[in-house]
């Protein structure tokens, strides 16, 4: 049983074409996350929702729109593609402690290896 | 500022060889979470271990160990015995854990550790 999934797994494109990932949780997990992962293998942090309430927007370009419909739920769009965001995308679920202000661990799904052509 | 610091890019060990991964971080806060994530070859990410700053215990699972000294603000990793399939990217992350929305559940990573293990 796959905790947090993805799909699709690879998606090449053509540059200026929209595109969307969806990823999906069945952890019961109230918080999902975007990260989009370099060539370098640089991680860094995108978008989170908690509670389908968007918490985190880093300094991404507006191309990128997260769409969260449910708790377990947490989808990516991104428009008019550009071979910069060529990148494996990874979404997350992690459960979100308020009475402590903490974070549970995040768990990672598979990844979508997005390549703009 | 980098909050969180994987100094060594590469490492090549030879089957059967201890090998510890540095991993050194910065953060004011006093309540904070360290983890530990490994990427194999095929992709995906995997939960390694959690630690609070209130836990300076080190753990041991298996042929994985952890060092985590709030004096050097490091948490090392070693692995003993190593074997082909501990080939991986390491990657060592820091959540602060106030509570503020902004910086809710955010992990700061380091930039990987390549561990190569030659049989």
């Known amino acids: 049983d796959t905790a947090v999934s993805q799909t699709p797994k690879y998606l090449v494109t053509q540059m200026g074409n929209d595109k969307s990932i969806k990823c999906e949780q069945n952890?019961?997990?109230?918080?999902m996350y975007w990260y989009k992962q370099d060539s370098k293998k640089f991680l860094k942090i995108m978008f989170s929702?908690?509670?389908?309430?968007?918490?985190i927007n880093e300094t991404v370009p507006n191309r990128f729109s997260p769409k969260s419909p449910d708790k377990a739920h947490l989808n990516l769009h991104i428009n008019s593609l550009e071979l910069g965001d060529s990148a494996v995308y990874f979404c997350?679920?992690?459960?979100?402690?308020?009475?402590?202000?903490?974070?549970?661990?995040?768990?990672f799904g598979p990844g979508t290896r997005l390549t703009v052509l | 500022a980098q909050k969180v610091t994987q100094a060594q890019t590469e490492i090549s060990v030879v089957e059967k060889e201890d090998v510890t991964l540095d991993c050194v971080y910065e953060?004011?806060?006093?309540?904070?979470?360290l983890f530990w994530y490994k990427q194999p070859p095929s992709g995906e990410l995997v939960f390694l271990i959690r630690?609070?700053?209130?836990?300076?215990q080190n753990e041991i699972s298996g042929r994985y160990s952890w060092n985590f000294q709030k004096s050097t603000s490091s948490f090392n990793f070693t692995i003993t015995a190593s074997q082909v399939v501990d080939s991986a990217v390491y990657f060592c992350?820091?959540?602060?854990?106030?509570?503020?929305?902004?910086?809710?559940?955010?992990?700061?990573f380091g930039r990987g550790t390549q561990l190569t293990v030659w049989p």
């Open positions: 929702y908690n509670n389908k309430e968007l918490i």
């Open positions: 997350a679920s992690s459960h979100h402690n308020p009475l402590v202000g903490s974070t549970d661990t995040q768990y």
């Open positions: 992350a820091l959540s602060e854990a106030l509570n503020r929305g902004s910086t809710l559940g955010r992990l700061y």
């Open positions: 630690r609070n700053s209130f836990d300076e």
């Open positions: 952890l019961g997990h109230d918080t």
């Open positions: 953060t004011r806060d006093t309540t904070y979470y």
